[in-house]
Structures are given as structure tokens and as C-alpha cells.
């Protein structure tokens, strides 16, 4: 079945969209002072970033969109109200291999557990795998992030590896996982997912 | 103390561009190399090209996150391959990646000695955590290499790579520094 | 997890060069802050060429190097600021420096509680095994606070510092994570042999 027309960027409550230089500095700047929020998302140390520096950092990821050609960024908003909720990204593209890493972050904890990442996580399967046409996904989630890891489970993604002890954070050391989804395997389950027209 | 940089066949001597970049060259040549080496398509590089990434890599100066060193034969001192260690300084992780461009030198114990100096030196001077590494699913020689070290199979992420119309997986491996440790103490695996 | 920006008093925020270097010309005006600071006799540099120093520096984001600015959680007041920089890696060792620009803050723990977060981020999330900083001996508040806050006395390099006519040591001190760890005050982690997390 050919289907052009159903909505890659439209979801039910959340849309995908580019950058805002304007507005999304400052609410971005605020979700990097919230630590638990830039533990979830990056392994790196979370340090806090004024509205300034993201607004550098933005343009450091364009700029590698555009020459790299190996990333792939969308901001997450609210269809509602074009309210910034999180981001994503598939990043580490590579074309001959077909595969590539993918990253969600949902920015307040008050928009957390509302269903925005499954919602988000779908439409960035289709994008992959459907317009980018890659074989296969890879998503890297510390232990301690339950709620990836429960994400990507539900959302049919195998757990391939378990590099322990890989990470320390809050004294102590933790694992890190590797799925991994095929595009055949998202393709047979992708049938069952609501989708918009 | 020991010598960090002798080991039983080989010794590790500093990164020395001009040779490292004469020698790629060469070695690039070599599809079998590479497609062991990489996990990207493979390419034919100019000398000066390849020259001039190594010597910006002298420029910047020693980086407590990256260690490169030339590895060359205790017999001959011939120069035969590379090892690079990188570091994530935070969660001291150290990840590996080594190769040997002259094929004479293949199967003949090489590989494991240049790996037990690097383990050697990532846990008793570096005293990071744990060694990673990652390996095609068909490069038996360095599998079986790094298992003698000490390596654990952590994993595999599925067809990964493809090649020739086939698709192969990387393997994870992983060695943490209380289990290197054991087995200084308690013998050999 | 916890949050390893917020404390009791203060919070952690970004340091913006901008806001920042407006905020120093302001402070060093009070020679009192300065001399507590510095060992340097600190030239009144405008606003502008701070802020471009600043601006490269912070702009790396070097994981040897952090800044940030205090803020109070009560207000949301900028009331001073912060830097970290580790020393070496195969140690694990970083410096800490710290002022607080507004005066009125002084005296009433906000010091204390900046430390003490500033401990948390550098233990639990840096990971480093040691924090060390160095201190005026003619600064006894900072010196109480920081051994309020585990830091212990390590030496003192003498005659460092010329001032008022006289000389006066540097005081150097210095906290181990066993020992922050051990403290239990600020801290309900408790590392045992198996790394095992209790919250």
C-alpha cells in the first residue's frame, strides 16, 4: 500500500516541529536546570544553560544537519497550543549501513507519563523507517530510566545488550541498554498503531 | 614498577604521523583490513590527507580523553600497527580500538599482547572502571583474542553492518577492572 | 534521583557571561569582596571585557570546567557565583571557588548551602574522588563554613598574600568522597561494598 498522504509530522496530541530561535531558548535553558531531566536525557554531567547558550547550541545542531547530513532533530509541541514539550533525535545516521541511534526527551516532569513519548516515539519510527528508509534503530537507556526502558519494551524493541556498569551517577554504577528495532519488526506491529489522516 | 609499554612481542611508542600516514595508505588498500578494522564504507584517502588529520591530532597536545600509540615488534622494531584508547572521563570508561596493517603479523599472538598492554595500562594508569570494545560478528580471530584477554560478551545489536548483501551484527564486549584485577591475582582465565 | 542543583537555600543556575560581568563590576566596587577573593590587586575592568573572557571560556564547556551562578530559592535573586575545575583525572581532583557578591547574604548559611550542593554535584555527579579549595586566613566565615561543610584543614602556604601591611597565609583544605559519603548529613546515599543504591 502506497500511503502518502497520512501525516509524518501530525500526531494525536503532539506535532513535530523545527526549531523556534526565538521562544525555545528560554524554555529549553529551564529543563537543563532541572537535573533529572538531564539525567534522563544525556550521559554526559548536566550542567545548566543559560537561554544564550542553547541558542548556540541550536545552531551547532543545524549546522550538523545540514553539513554531516548524519542527524535528524524535531522539536516536540503541543497541537493545542504549539506548546514546547520535548524533542527528539536520530542521530549517528549511517546511510550504508542503514541504522542509526534515536533519542526522546519529554522536558517538564509534568508532561511526563502522559502518553506525549509513545505518541512521539511512533511518528519517529515512521519517519525512520517509512522516509529515511533505514533498516534498523538503536536506543541506548540507562538502567535507571524506567520509564524508557518501559517505552521502548511496550513499543517492541528487543534488548540486545547489557554494558555493565557502564555509568555512575549518584554514587553508584549502572548498567546501559541497547534495543534495537528492525524495520520489518516495527513494520508488522506499526499495522495496530492509530495513525492520523 | 612495570613498563607500561613493553609487553611480550610488541612495545608502544608514540603516534608518529608521517609514518602512521605512509602506512594507511597502504593498508587501505587492503579490503580485508578495512572490512575488519571498520564498519563504514570503505575509502582510498591521499597521504597528505590522512597526514594532515594525524598531525592535527599532534597539535592539539596530549588529551586526558584520547591516547594513541604506534605499536612496533620487540624483535625488529618494525612498525606493523595502531591501538587508541579513548576515555569518558566522567563515568571513567575507556573504549579500545586496535589493528594490525601488516598481515604477516595476523594470528600470531600480536593482537592479544598489544591488548593486554592496553588493559594493562587502562586499569593501573588511567584506573578507569571498565574497557569497551566492539566487533564484527565475523572477525573470529579478534573474538577469540579478546576472550583470552578477559573480555565479556555483553551482547549484539542485530544486523547492524551490511556487506556483500549480507547483514552481520557488532558484538559488545566489556571488561570491568574488578574482573582484570581477579584475574592478575588469580591466574590467567 | 536527587537533584544535584538545588539546596536548602540556593539553587545552581547557568552562568550567563553577560549577566555575570554586570554583576562583578557591581560587587568589586565593594573592596571587601574582592580582598576575600582575589590575591590579585583586582583592576576595576568595565563590564564589556569581562564578559568577552567569560563568554570563551564558559562557551567551551570543557568537562574539566563548570560555572554557574547562585541563585536564592526564595527570590530567584542572583546573589553570587561558582567554578569547579578538575585538576587532574587520574585523581580525580578538582578546585572549587566561590563568592557571593551581595552582602546582605553573608553570615547566614547561604555559603554553606551553596558548598553543600556544590558537594553533591562534584560527588555524585562529576564522580570525582576529591574537592579541594583554597582560602584567605584573614577569611574565618568562609573557613567556618567550610568546615561546616566536611572540608578539612590540609596545610597552609605561608606568607602567600600582602595586605594591610602585613602577610598572610593561604589556607589550603580539602573533603574525599569517603568523607562527604560518611557525613550523612546532606546525603541519604550510602555506598557499601556491592555499590548498592539505598535511598
Known amino acids: ?197 | 614498577m612495570k613498563d607500561l609499554f613493553r609487553g611480550e612481542l610488541v612495545r608502544f611508542t608514540m603516534e608518529e604521523p608521517e609514518l602512521r600516514a605512509k602506512s594507511e595508505v597502504r593498508w587501505q588498500r587492503d579490503t580485508e583490513f578495512h572490512r575488519l578494522a571498520d564498519g563504514d564504507p570503505a575509502r582510498l584517502t591521499s597521504e597528505k590527507k590522512i597526514r594532515e588529520w594525524f598531525d592535527k591530532q599532534a597539535e592539539d597536545g596530549p588529551q586526558p580523553k584520547r591516547y594513541s600509540f604506534s605499536v612496533r615488534t620487540l624483535a625488529d622494531d618494525k612498525y606493523i600497527g595502531f591501538l587508541g584508547v579513548w576515555v569518558d572521563l566522567i563515568h571513567s570508561e575507556a573504549w579500545v580500538g586496535l589493528a594490525i596493517g601488516e598481515r604477516e603479523f595476523w594470528s600470531h599472538g600480536y593482537g592479544t599482547d598489544m591488548m593486554k598492554l592496553c588493559l594493562q595500562y587502562v586499569f593501573t594508569e588511567l584506573c578507569v572502571e571498565r574497557l569497551s570494545l566492539g566487533v564484527h560478528e565475523y572477525n573470529l580471530r579478534a573474538l577469540r583474542s579478546y576472550e583470552k584477554c578477559g573480555f565479556r560478551l555483553e551482547g549484539r545489536t542485530r544486523k547492524d553492518v551490511l556487506r556483500e548483501g549480507r547483514r552481520t551484527d557488532t558484538l559488545w564486549m566489556g571488561i570491568l577492572r574488578e574482573e582484570w584485577l581477579q584475574m592478575q591475582n588469580g591466574g590467567q582465565k | ?199
Open chain 3, 1 to 199: 534521583m536527587k537533584d544535584v542543583f538545588t539546596g536548602k537555600l540556593v539553587r545552581l543556575s547557568a552562568f550567563d557571561p553577560a549577566e555575570m560581568s554586570k554583576a562583578y563590576t557591581r560587587w568589586n566596587l565593594n573592596s571587601e569582596y574582592f580582598r576575600l577573593l582575589s590575591s590579585s590587586a583586582r583592576p576595576l575592568k568595565s563590564a564589556k571585557s569581562e564578559a568577552k573572557w567569560l563568554e570563551e571560556e564558559v562557551a567551551k564547556m570543557s568537562l574539566a570546567s563548570y560555572f554557574f551562578s547562585i541563585r536564592t530559592l526564595a527570590e530567584d535573586k542572583l546573589i553570587g557565583d561558582l567554578g569547579l575545575d578538575v585538576v587532574g583525572w587520574a585523581g580525580r581532583d578538582a578546585f572549587v571557588g566561590l563568592g557571593i557578591g551581595e552582602t546582605e547574604y553573608w553570615g547566614k548559611g547561604y555559603g554553606t548551602d551553596v558548598m553543600n550542593v556544590l558537594l553533591r554535584f562534584a560527588f555524585t555527579e562529576l564522580n570525582l574522588r576529591r574537592v579541594s579549595l583554597s582560602v584567605f586566613e584573614y577569611n574565618p566565615r568562609a573557613i567556618r563554613s567550610y568546615e561546616k561543610s566536611g572540608f578539612r584543614h590540609e596545610g597552609h602556604v605561608r606568607n602567600a598574600l600582602n595586605r594591610e601591611g602585613r602577610r598572610w597565609d593561604a589556607v589550603y583544605m580539602g573533603i574525599l568522597r569517603e568523607e562527604w559519603l560518611g557525613l550523612g548529613t546532606d546525603t541519604d546515599i550510602v555506598l557499601d561494598r556491592d555499590h548498592e543504591h539505598r535511598n
Open chain 1, 1 to 197: 500500500m502506497f500511503d502518502i498522504q497520512t501525516q509524518l509530522f501530525e500526531g494525536q496530541d503532539i506535532r513535530f516541529g523545527p526549531i523556534d530561535h526565538e521562544k525555545d531558548p528560554e524554555i529549553e535553558s529551564r529543563w537543563t536546570h532541572d537535573s533529572e531531566f538531564m539525567r534522563l536525557v544525556e550521559t554526559g554531567p548536566a550542567r545548566p544553560m543559560s537561554a544564550a547558550m542553547v541558542r548556540k547550541q541550536y545552531e551547532k545542531l543545524e549546522k550538523q544537519v545540514e553539513e554531516d547530513k548524519d542527524l535528524y532533530h524535531f522539536m516536540i509541541r503541543a497541537r493545542a497550543d504549539d506548546r514546547l514539550i520535548g524533542k527528539v533525535s536520530i542521530y549517528w545516521i549511517e546511510w550504508a549501513n542503514g541504522n542509526a541511534y534515536l533519542r526522546i526527551g519529554i522536558g517538564a516532569a509534568d508532561d511526563r507519563r502522559k502518553g506525549y513519548g509513545t505518541q512521539a516515539l511512533r511518528m519517529l519510527l515512521r519517519f525512520a523507517f517509512a522516509e529515511l528508509n533505514l533498516f534498523r534503530l538503536t536506543a541506548a537507556v540507562p538502567e535507571y530510566n524506567e520509564g524508557a526502558l518501559a517505552l521502548f519494551r511496550k513499543s517492541g524493541f528487543v534488548q540486545e545488550v547489557c554494558r555493565r556498569k557502564s555509568l555512575e551517577r549518584d554514587g553508584r554504577r549502572w548498567d546501559l541498554y541497547l534495543f534495537g528495532l528492525l524495520n520489518d519488526e516495527w513494520r508488522d506491529q506499526a499495522r495496530a498503531w492509530p495513525e492520523r489522516k
